[in-house]
């Protein structure tokens, strides 16, 4: 078992559009399809709903509720991967989307954050994908296309996961324009 950590995943970018746009991105599945991994998100983005982040198949990869939402600013929803086995007995995570205009350009903060220590083996998967779909984000809203950029080998702990296997394919960012 990996070290335990509070640690909080942080990632900066700047994006060379709106807020709004931004937010739209952010909260529109007709954009998520083609930056996050061909995955889907549902929600009326209302503090207190629920939030989905749906596979490719259809199945649910992700859920959690809306803690905050004030578009085109802020979004923070809890985030409970229930994808993954060895996850589901965790704690849900806060991600935190915060949206700043600055100038001709928007700075996006993603923040994701764990109440309790999470051991480090864990937390790779994120830290692996997280870049891959901001970096998507911004170029889909910037050039209007999503870069293919395979996700890096997944960490020792999932790859005998049957429900990880099973959706690995859609994890390429190959064919998702």
Same mark, same amino acid.
């Given at each position: 078992?990996?070290?335990?950590?509070t640690?909080?995943?942080?990632? +900066?970018?700047?994006?060379?559009?709106?807020?709004?746009?931004?937010?739209?991105?952010?909260?529109?599945?007709?954009?998520?399809?083609?930056?996050?991994?061909?995955?889907?998100?549902e929600?009326?983005?209302?503090?207190?709903?629920?939030?989905?982040?749906?596979?490719?198949?259809?199945? +649910?990869?992700v859920?959690?509720?809306?803690?905050?939402?004030?578009?085109?600013?802020?979004?923070?929803?809890?985030?409970?991967l229930?994808?993954?086995?060895?996850?589901?007995n965790?704690?849900?995570?806060? +991600?935190?989307?915060?949206?700043?205009?600055m100038?001709?350009?928007?700075r996006l903060?993603?923040?994701?954050?764990?109440p309790?220590?999470?051991p480090e083996?864990?937390?790779?998967?994120?830290?692996?994908?997280?870049?891959?779909?901001?970096c998507?984000?911004?170029?889909?809203?910037?050039?209007?296309?999503?870069?293919?950029?395979?996700?890096?080998?997944?960490?020792? &702990?999932?790859? &005998?996961?049957?429900?990880?296997?099973?959706?690995?394919?859609?994890l390429?960012?190959?064919?998702?324009?």
């Open positions: 078992m990996g070290k335990a950590t640690q909080e995943t942080v990632y +900066v970018t700047y994006i060379a559009t709106t807020p709004e746009k931004c937010w739209g991105a952010l909260t529109a599945s007709e954009f998520t399809t083609q930056y996050f991994f061909g995955h889907r998100v929600s009326d983005w209302k503090r207190g709903s629920e939030w989905i982040l749906r596979s490719p198949d259809g199945s +649910v990869d859920r959690g509720k809306i803690v905050e939402a004030d578009p085109p600013r802020k979004l923070m929803v809890t985030w409970i229930e994808s993954v086995e060895a996850f589901k965790l704690p849900e995570a806060i +991600v935190t989307y915060e949206i700043e205009p100038g001709e350009v928007v903060t993603m923040t994701e954050s764990h309790t220590p999470i083996h864990l937390l790779e998967g994120g830290r692996a994908g997280w870049p891959i779909i901001l998507g984000l911004k170029s889909l809203l910037e050039t209007g296309r999503v870069p293919k950029i395979p996700m890096p080998q997944p960490p020792n &702990h999932r790859t &005998h996961d049957p429900q990880f296997i099973r959706t690995l394919p859609s390429l960012v190959d064919d998702i324009q």
